[in-house]
């Protein structure tokens, strides 16, 4: 087991550095978080290792994947907030966060939501929407886009922890569409948007 762990630690770093210079570049992979870096190469590693095994469950290479949309969307609203909100009144960037007790002023929280957090507030929570669209050049891209691309992956990871299996086919269209293999992956826009490039 021992030796199966170093094997796959080798086979991520590798293919970290296969990620960097063959599909991201290295300007946007250098501007991910270095942990969504870790789990996408963490993910891809499984995923490639076990591509050719139909019975295998890849559920565990979307929860990689996941993690990373996670922290990348944290960062990018938490960042952007804090840059372009400090003039506005506390009465137009203080809210009750979705799942969350006490009141949040959005021009300093650095909390990292879960997914399905992110995404009510960014559907539901009137006060961050409102950020959004002053923190955003595009806001229509973080309040239209971005929460139908969330709801299909929490809608996959979520059940796929307790119930259901995913298969190679299904994981691929998501792979796909978050690295952006034969399209304009996700995680790329968000790290343009994070970059300012919005």
């Known amino acids: 087991m021992a030796e199966y762990d170093a094997s796959l630690r080798g086979e991520t770093a590798r293919i970290a550095k296969e990620l960097r ?70 009465k137009d960037t203080v809210t009750q966060l979705h799942n969350r007790a006490a009141k949040t002023d959005l021009k300093s929280c650095s909390e990292h939501l879960s997914l399905n957090v992110l995404l009510a507030n960014i559907k539901n929570n009137k006060e961050v929407k409102a950020c959004v669209e002053y923190a955003f050049s595009n806001p229509g891209w973080l309040l239209h886009r971005m929460p139908k691309r969330l709801r299909e992956l929490t809608d996959l990871r979520n059940p796929s922890v307790h119930k259901i299996e995913l298969s190679r086919e299904r994981v691929d269209e998501i792979r796909n569409g978050l690295l952006g293999i034969g399209c304009q992956g996700l995680l790329s826009e968000m790290v343009e948007r994070k970059m300012g490039r919005d």
């Not at 978080?33 to 490639?48: H, P, Q, V």
């Not at 290792?49 to 960062?75: C, G, H, Q, T, W």
């Open 21 to 90: 210079d063959n599909l991201f570049g290295r300007e946007v992979w250098g501007a991910l978080e270095i942990s969504s870096r870790n789990f996408l190469a963490s993910g891809e590693a499984i995923f490639r290792s076990r591509k050719d095994d139909p019975r295998f469950d890849f559920s565990s290479v979307v929860m990689e994947y996941a993690k990373a949309i996670k922290v990348e969307l944290n960062v990018l609203l938490w960042r952007r907030f804090r840059v372009c909100l400090g003039d506005l009144p506390p």
